[in-house]
């Protein structure tokens, strides 16, 4: 695993307790903020896998 990777995981599931946290407490505004870092997160964690992939291409 790489650090984006890592850093995309930890801001997906983050994003996702926000965005959870904010249904449980009505809160629109928390569970637009958590979408859209979980989203981010994905989006980082796709990249590093990316990366990965083609680190590991490299190497056949």
Known sequence: MNKDQIKGATKEFAGNVQRETGK??????????GLGNQ??????????????????????
């Open 39 to 60: 989203i981010s997160g994905e989006a980082e964690k796709s990249y590093g896998n990316a990366k990965e992939f083609i680190k590991n291409a490299n190497k056949h």
């Open 24 to 33: 449980l407490v009505g809160s629109k505004t928390q569970q637009a903020k």
